[in-house]
């Protein structure tokens, strides 16, 4: 399948999103966030040192970890990186302006949303890592995420060859549909936990194991939850079955109960052993991709060709 410029630039920009937020992730777990207390520049140099003895006079050097100031400096690098993508693709939509201004629209849309997602980091080193900058930071990561998604696709949904009947199509949009807004209403749950778990971290200092316990009645909700989303991602598969879709949809759906599961049992780990740091980062990328992957499904239902499926 012979891909185009816009396609090829948008892919690789969706995919490095979702790196990007793996290194956030990494960023997040490890504590590293203020490992460059500044913004643009990491300890007033836009190469930060790599030892003590070179750090600018002015700096505190007990604030200077060398691990923790290259991670959040190499997520400031892919960040950049994103930016830069973002603009090749929003540069090169153009050649859809007449055929599919939506392209062109989508993003243009991920292009401002970047702008800003630039400055927001600024403001989450400027306000010592607050909880709710954090998470709007994050968020704001996903509807990026989202949005490039969206515009990819527009640009290859003639590739799409399965047909669906109109009571089908309605069926598993139903189903898929049900699945996504239950997995958002979980991050959204989970955004809040991981804010209660920074207040345990950062203020009330308490050690790993303990960061769960203080989060109150939220997190039990959040884990019970859990089962809601499991129940109609069940459907979406025995659905699949039923009608006989093509392999693009089965192995969509299977993908979204792998990584369902994926996040229950990353959650299990969290819960169990004390928060690790590899189990916060498999939940958080996690989340990204499985709603990449649910949002992809979608997609695929919404702009299949009526008829019978073959």
């Known amino acids: 399948m012979k891909l185009n410029l816009y396609q090829k630039t948008a892919i690789t920009t969706v995919i490095a999103t979702i790196v990007l ?23 007033g140099m836009w190469i930060p040192p790599t030892n003590v003895a070179d750090l600018p006079a002015q700096y505190d050097a007990s604030l200077f970890n060398p691990v923790h100031t290259w991670l959040e400096y190499i997520n400031r690098l892919v960040g950049v990186l994103i930016g830069l993508f973002i603009t090749a693709t929003f540069v090169i939509s153009f050649r859809y302006r007449k055929s599919d201004p939506v392209v062109t629209i989508a993003s243009g849309a991920a292009f401002v949303l970047v702008l800003f997602q630039g400055w927001l980091g600024g403001q989450v080193v400027r306000s010592g890592l607050s909880a709710g900058m954090i998470t709007l930071h994050m968020i704001l990561a996903m509807i990026i995420l989202i949005t490039l998604l969206y515009a990819s696709f527009r640009a290859m949904n003639s590739r799409i060859k399965i047909q669906l009947s109109a009571n089908q199509r309605k069926t598993l949009l139903g189903v898929s549909i049900a699945v996504l807004v239950l997995t958002l209403i979980q991050m959204v749950m989970g955004t809040q936990i991981r804010e209660a778990v920074d207040v345990a971290k950062n203020v009330m200092e308490l050690p790993r194991s303990e960061w769960i316990d203080s989060v109150g009645a939220l997190y039990p909700i959040h884990r019970s939850f859990s089962w809601l989303v499991v129940v109609p991602a069940g459907l979406m598969l025995f659905y699949n079955r039923k009608y006989k879709v093509g392999s693009l949809l089965r192995r969509l759906g299977w993908a979204v109960a792998f990584l369902i599961l994926l996040q229950v049992v990353a959650g299990v780990i969290l819960e169990r052993f004390g928060m690790p740091g590899f189990a916060q980062v498999i939940h958080l990328t996690g989340v990204a991709v499985l709603i990449c992957a649910e949002i992809l499904y979608i997609l695929v239902v919404r702009f299949s060709k009526k008829g019978s499926v073959s």
């Open 21 to 43: 937020i793996f290194v956030g992730g990494l960023v997040r777990a490890s504590g590293a966030g203020l490992g460059c207390p500044d913004w643009p520049q990491c300890f």
